[in-house]
């Protein structure tokens, strides 16, 4: 008898605080194009074996941090700034992401200073 009471206890709590905050207005389908472009070169990128852990580590903060229409909004922003980015390349994209979320660009290689060994 009590299961159903503490049942409908829970649902209620977790229910309140998608309720308690309701959407300004909702996006349009650029925003809604943006974001899912933005969230598939995250899930790509954190599966990735290219990418560096200390990046997937910065972007899986920055998602657990951000909502995704923030850190899309921000993506968006990037490349109107940057006409000569390509907003359709992944790699530039995901690089773009990382920037957003905080993970510092790489350090050039000095002139004259061998990459390998």
């Not at 008898?1 to 049942?7: K, S, V, W």
């Amino acid at each position: 008898m009590r299961f159903p009471i503490l049942f409908a206890a829970a649902a209620a709590m977790i229910a309140a605080p998608a309720a308690a905050a309701p959407q300004d207005k909702a996006p349009s389908k650029a925003e809604i194009d943006a974001a899912q472009k933005t969230l598939g070169v995250i899930v790509s990128g954190l599966q990735s074996d290219k990418v560096p852990a200390n990046v997937k580590s910065a972007i899986f903060g920055c998602i657990y941090e951000n909502s995704l229409s923030a850190i899309s909004q921000d993506v968006t922003k990037v490349f109107a700034a940057n006409k000569k980015l390509d907003a359709n390349d992944a790699t530039i994209r995901l690089t773009v992401v990382a920037r957003v979320c905080g993970v510092p660009p790489e350090k050039a290689v000095p002139a004259g200073k061998s990459k390998g060994r």
